[in-house]
Structure formats: structure tokens, C-alpha cells
């Protein structure tokens, strides 16, 4: 029950944060949405601040383990490159207002805690991508163009797109645009050839 109950806060919260801002949201607000006690509140997070940090970290993570988990599954370098963009805009499509959060919510503000468990979150995801990635550019199957120069072509072009969407600049379908993002990531990865 008490997890249930943490993620009932979480649900409030996000739809409180996407409605009016982490500055906007009140603890009153988040507690009427969730049906939970103020004491519930405080029992699970600190305060308005810990709970954008949850968000976060959570949604964070959980984009992650999946973006990594279509590389483990992939039967191909090719496959492995599009697969991780697809769950890129798959995610993204899927969990709209968290996406909207984590990407445009430019007014969470991040505890101390929060920063370091992003900042291992980040660190363990971005090892896993470079163990996917570097046997691969030995194999002269990728392109040598370190991590960063790397990521930026296979995710920025999806990321940017996901952005206008998620600000609704653009009304396209974000998941119709998959497979010609996933194509033009590989064509920037691939060292010739097809």
C-alpha cells in the first residue's frame, strides 16, 4: 500500500506540475489530487522539491533502462541504432507529460541528493551506450566520433523534433516520424556501406 500510495502522490504531482508549473503546484494542490494526507506527503518526500526531484529521477531511469535494453535485444548494430531511437519517440509518445517534465520543465528545481542520483544515473547509462557502441566502432561498424559527437546524431535529431512536439509547435504524429529518424541515425552512424 505505501508504494501505491507514493505513486499516487507522483500522478498528482506530474498532473499538478504540467498543469501550472513546479513553481505553480502547491503541496494543497498535490494532496486534493491524490487523495493523500498532508502527513502522507511528508512521510514520502520532504517537500514540493523532492517530489519534482522523484519525478525525475524516476522518469529518467526509466527511459534509460529501456533505451539500454533495446541494445542488449538487438540483433544488429543497424538494429540496435534504430531500435534506440524508436524507443526514444516510443517513450517520449507514451509518457507525454512526463516527457514534458523532464525536457521542457525548466522550473524543477534539483535537491542536492536529486543531482547525485541523476548524475549516477546518467554515468551508468551513457557506460552502458559507450560498452554497446565502442566494440562496434573497432568493428568499423560505427563511425569514430566520440560519445558526445555520437549521441548528438543518433538522439538530437529525435530530441528536437520530440521537443516542438511536446511544446505543441508541431501536431505530426511524433511516432510516424520514427522510421525516417531511425534511418537517418543509422545513415549518420554507419561508416558506409549499407
Same mark, same amino acid.
Given at each position: ?89 516510443? !517513450? =517520449?509518445?507514451?509518457?507525454?507529460? @512526463? +516527457? /514534458?517534465?523532464? $525536457?521542457? %520543465? ?47 546524431? !543518433? =538522439?538530437?535529431?529525435?530530441?528536437? @523534433? +520530440? /521537443?516542438?512536439? $511536446?511544446? %505543441? ?26
Amino acid at each position: 500500500m505505501s508504494r501505491s500510495r507514493r505513486d499516487q502522490i507522483l500522478a498528482a504531482a506530474l498532473a499538478e506540475f504540467t498543469a501550472h508549473g513546479v513553481a505553480g503546484a502547491s503541496i494543497e494542490d498535490i494532496r486534493r489530487r491524490s487523495g493523500a494526507s498532508v502527513g502522507s506527503i511528508y512521510h514520502h518526500f520532504d517537500g514540493k522539491d523532492e517530489i519534482a526531484g522523484a519525478l525525475a529521477v524516476e522518469g529518467l531511469g526509466s527511459y534509460q533502462q529501456g533505451f539500454l535494453a533495446r541494445l542488449a535485444d538487438a540483433r544488429s548494430t543497424r538494429a540496435g541504432v534504430q531500435d534506440a531511437v524508436r524507443h526514444h519517440i516510443g !517513450w =517520449i509518445a507514451e509518457h507525454r507529460d @512526463l +516527457a /514534458r517534465f523532464l $525536457l521542457l %520543465g525548466g522550473d524543477a528545481r534539483a535537491t542536492g541528493t536529486t543531482q547525485r542520483r541523476l548524475r549516477e544515473l546518467n554515468r551508468r547509462f551513457f557506460a552502458g551506450v559507450q560498452s554497446w557502441t565502442a566494440p562496434r566502432v573497432r568493428a568499423g561498424e560505427l563511425r569514430d566520433l566520440g560519445p558526445e559527437l555520437l549521441t548528438a546524431l !543518433w =538522439i538530437g535529431p529525435s530530441q528536437e @523534433l +520530440a /521537443r516542438h512536439w $511536446l511544446a %505543441g509547435r508541431i501536431q505530426m504524429s511524433l511516432t510516424d516520424a520514427a522510421t525516417e529518424l531511425a534511418g537517418a541515425a543509422w545513415r549518420s552512424l554507419k561508416t558506409g556501406g549499407d
